[in-house]
């Protein structure tokens, strides 16, 4: 009979510094055939064991040109179901701790977006008129939906681009889960505000009148990130009275009034870029998650940069900090056993649509 896999219990109670060890001591038994994939987001203890980093989509693409296995994840689970999408059918993508989800990409389910594309079929046509285009940060089965109805996946790095593929085709775009990087990237076109209108998925019709949906380019779904509503206008206001040479930098999944107030707008990678091509001794306000900020704010101290968090309070991924030493050692020790847990697989006919709508954001930006 084959052994069972190594119980998650018995790694619970573990001191950091041991699970340390054990990683190191996994990692160099697996050798090339795993490799861990960590999100900037990341926790410090969990991103110094891996691999490859970088944001979610740049992440799932390194690794399919990996000759590994073993794709091991420390994200949140739609991030390895991208990996899985994106890799060699007998690659293996897998979350060390399942509970990794991510609260923006669950305010979007399939059955609200579907109930969503019935109530407009009541104003208008969807299919002929509408582009549903999701954001990066949601569930397969969404990006499945998108491929299915002739729409689109989208990141923070190619919004812009992606809504002009959408329009060149339709002249209204559906865009979930994350109305904040939809309105920002919408204003960098010059599409007015109030032909951006939130779609509440709570409400019938999505709360709008025909009227209002006859009108509006945009549909912004009703959803935001928990890390970056955070924060707010006057995190700046008070930063610019004190230092007035400094600089801000703000994700576009922050408010459209945090974005508008700041100098730089970006991705995670255009944050850290445009920092580190930035002149010596400067200080910068960063909106976007704390262990990123964290980072850099070290990795740029010896040239004499100063990189503070805008919120006055802590504010980092909570869901994602749950993959923590001990889930990571526990999926490592079980690889070197044969033993694969916590596997993300895409059902083959959602992963087949989703490719489709991820090909066309691959093409078109």
Same mark, same amino acid.
């Given at each position: 009979m084959q052994a069972e896999a190594i119980a998650f219990e018995r790694y $619970? *109670?573990? @001191?950091? $510094?041991?699970?340390?060890?054990? %990683?190191?001591?996994?990692?160099?038994?697996?050798? /090339?055939?795993?490799?861990? !994939?960590?999100h900037h987001y990341q926790r410090a203890d969990v991103y110094k064991h891996a691999d490859l980093t970088g944001d979610s989509l740049k992440l799932s693409r390194l690794a399919a040109a990996t000759e590994a296995d073993y794709l091991v994840f420390c994200g949140v689970h739609f991030m390895a179901e991208v990996a899985d999408i994106l890799s060699k059918p007998e690659q293996i993508a897998i979350l060390p701790d399942l509970a990794a989800g991510c609260s923006m990409a669950d305010m979007a389910?399939?059955? /609200?977006?579907?109930?969503?594309?019935?109530?407009?079929?009541?104003?208008?046509?969807? $299919?002929? *008129?509408? *582009? +549903? =285009?999701t954001y990066i940060n949601s569930a397969a089965d969404l990006k499945a939906f998108?491929?299915?109805?002739?729409?689109?996946?989208?990141?923070?790095?190619?919004?812009? /681009? %992606? !809504? @002009?593929?959408?329009?060149?085709?339709?002249?209204?775009? !559906?865009?979930? +889960?994350d109305q904040h990087l939809?309105?920002?990237s919408g204003h960098k076109m010059g599409i007015p505000l109030d032909e951006m209108l939130v779609w509440d998925f709570d409400e019938p019709m999505g709360?709008?009148?025909?009227? @209002?949906i006859r009108k509006a380019k945009i549909l912004l779904w009703k959803g935001h990130c928990s890390v970056h509503q955070m924060f707010q206008p006057q995190h700046i206001l008070r930063f610019r009275n004190q230092y007035p040479d400094g600089k801000v930098i703000s994700h576009p999944e922050c408010s459209f009034e945090v974005c508008k107030n700041s100098d730089f707008v970006g991705s995670t990678e255009y944050i850290i870029n445009t920092i580190r091509d930035a002149e010596k001794g400067t200080r910068w306000l960063v909106?976007?998650?704390?262990?990123?900020?964290?980072r850099i704010a070290e990795e740029f101290k010896p040239e004499g940069k100063i990189v503070q968090f805008m919120a006055p309070t802590i504010? #980092?991924?909570?869901? #994602?900090?749950?993959?923590?030493?001990?889930?990571?050692?526990? *999926? !490592?020790?079980?690889?070197?056993?044969?033993?694969? =847990?916590?596997?993300? /697989?895409? +059902?083959?006919?959602?992963? =087949?649509?989703?490719k489709l709508a991820l090909e066309r954001m691959l093409e078109a930006s």
């Open positions: $619970d *109670t573990l @001191q950091d $510094d041991d699970c340390e060890q054990r %990683i190191i001591e996994a990692k160099a038994a697996l050798g /090339k055939r795993s490799v861990i !994939l960590a389910s399939l059955s /609200k977006v579907e109930r969503a594309w019935r109530e407009l079929a009541e104003v208008l046509e969807p $299919d002929e *008129t509408i *582009t +549903p =285009v998108c491929g299915e109805h002739g729409g689109i996946v989208c990141t923070s790095s190619n919004a812009v /681009k %992606i !809504l @002009q593929w959408s329009f060149s085709r339709r002249e209204k775009v !559906l865009f979930f +889960p939809g309105r920002w709360g709008l009148t025909p009227e @209002q909106g976007t998650e704390l262990n990123l900020v964290g504010c #980092m991924c909570s869901t #994602m900090a749950r993959i923590d030493p001990q889930h990571l050692a526990w *999926t !490592l020790e079980n690889l070197v056993a044969g033993k694969v =847990v916590n596997q993300i /697989k895409v +059902p083959v006919a959602e992963a =087949v649509l989703a």
